[in-house]
């Protein structure tokens, strides 16, 4: 990691990644999509490719109990979202953004992604950055909900960070967990700030989670990445809907990366 070397060819281009072509009409969201990475991280994909490293993160490894409890994941958030308490945290929840408004837009106008992620999510929380798989821990009638803060600027490209897989295989396998997102849609030029708190396993949010498989370390599953219109949620007359045969589709097949 202190003493990186060497060189790559034009060869190792990626003529298309994600679907997209390395063309210059994609630049803009190729870049977005490839800036919600750090350096840090970056390099140490790039070391451990390339060395016998062993990965920081190790794979996680369900057992037949809790693998029935992640693949019951999509019922428990069906259910939260249709439970009053939903409704209520979620006012809750946008009453701080409102009244945190403008300290929000001010840090939306940071030009680095990953210093703009944590401090809006600091001034969500009021705390600093946790780097776990939620910034906030609310409990409910089936269980607990783990909220992780995501910034759509609705204005400009951008392609947020969803998940680490193992972390979020892991809290599904726990008894009445529910993951949700807290998504902020902030458009700086028009001053304004919208709030929808989404369960991970929404079927807008499930159509823009991508798997990152050059992610993927020898232990780890990796890392997912949000992008594509999933700011659809903000829309004021759009109903959230949970399909709950395809989630638990997509959750066997993050079992199975």
Do not use: C
């Amino acid at each position: 990691m202190n003493n990186v070397r060497g060189r790559f060819n034009g060869t190792d281009i990626l003529t298309d990644y994600e679907g997209l072509a390395n063309q210059p009409q994609n630049f803009e969201q190729l870049f977005a999509m490839h800036s919600a990475f750090i350096w840090e991280e970056n390099l140490e994909r790039l070391v451990e490719a390339t060395t016998a490293i062993v990965g920081h993160d190790q794979r996680f490894h369900p057992t037949d109990e809790q693998r029935q409890s992640i693949l019951g994941a999509p019922e428990r958030a069906l259910l939260a979202l249709k439970s009053p308490q939903w409704n209520q945290l979620e006012e809750e929840l946008r009453a701080t953004v409102v009244a945190r408004r403008t300290d929000i837009l001010r840090a939306a106008a940071v030009e680095n992604v990953n210093l703009r992620g944590n401090r809006i999510e600091q001034i969500v929380t009021g705390a600093g950055s946790a780097h776990d798989l939620g910034d906030l821990r609310r409990d409910l009638p089936i269980g607990q909900l783990v909220i992780d803060v995501k910034t759509k600027l609705v204005d400009r490209a951008s392609a947020p960070k969803a998940y680490n897989i193992d972390k979020m295989l892991a809290f599904h396998a726990e008894p009445g967990s529910v993951f949700a997102f807290l998504v902020l849609g902030v458009n700086v030029h028009a001053d304004n700030v919208v709030v929808r708190l989404v369960p991970v396993l929404e079927d807008v949010l499930l159509d823009a989670t991508g798997v990152q498989h050059h992610w993927a370390g020898r232990a780890s599953r990796g890392v997912t990445q949000l992008a594509g219109r999933f700011d659809q949620v903000l829309a004021p007359d759009f109903n959230l809907r949970i399909d709950v045969a395809r989630a638990k589709a997509f959750l066997l097949g993050l079992l199975r990366e």
